[in-house]
């Protein structure tokens, strides 16, 4: 199975908390890899934005990966939230899915961290 070259992630400190930054495609292939980028040291903090404005698929190996950070976020009392502005195919199947009744979806990763 090879990975997407047109997936990429990376994180971004910002006061108060971390980003999360995916672009391209999240898949079966490249969904392991969204799921490290969130497990990285890097990426804990009290406040952690996924940012999917950039993300043109998502499938539901994407939506483990996400609902999976969810549960994690609970249980260390920490914040999460996804951000989806501009990004409607990813917003669309937020809906569909009934996830975006559970997770906290913003526009932009502003709306959360300075």
């Known amino acids: 199975m090879s990975v997407n070259p047109l997936f990429q992630v ?3 400190s910002r006061d108060g908390g971390v980003v999360v930054v995916a ?5 079966l292939a490249t969904s392991p890899l969204l799921r490290e980028a969130l497990l ?10 996924l940012d999917l404005r950039e993300v043109t698929f998502i499938d539901s190996s994407g939506l483990g990966v996400i609902v999976g950070q969810q549960k994690r976020a609970q249980e260390h009392d920490e914040r ?13 199947i937020l809906e569909l899915s009934g996830l975006a009744k559970v997770l906290d979806i913003i526009a932009d990763p502003g709306e959360r961290l300075t």
């Not at 672009?23 to 898949?27: A, K, N, S, T, V």
């Not at 990285?40 to 934005?49: D, F, G, I, K, Q």
């Open 23 to 27: 672009g391209g495609e999240i898949d």
């Open 40 to 49: 990285n040291p890097e990426a804990r903090a009290a406040t952690v934005v």
């Open 80 to 92: 999460f939230a996804v951000a989806v502005g501009g990004a409607t195919a990813v917003q669309r």
């Open 10 to 12: 990376r994180h971004e």
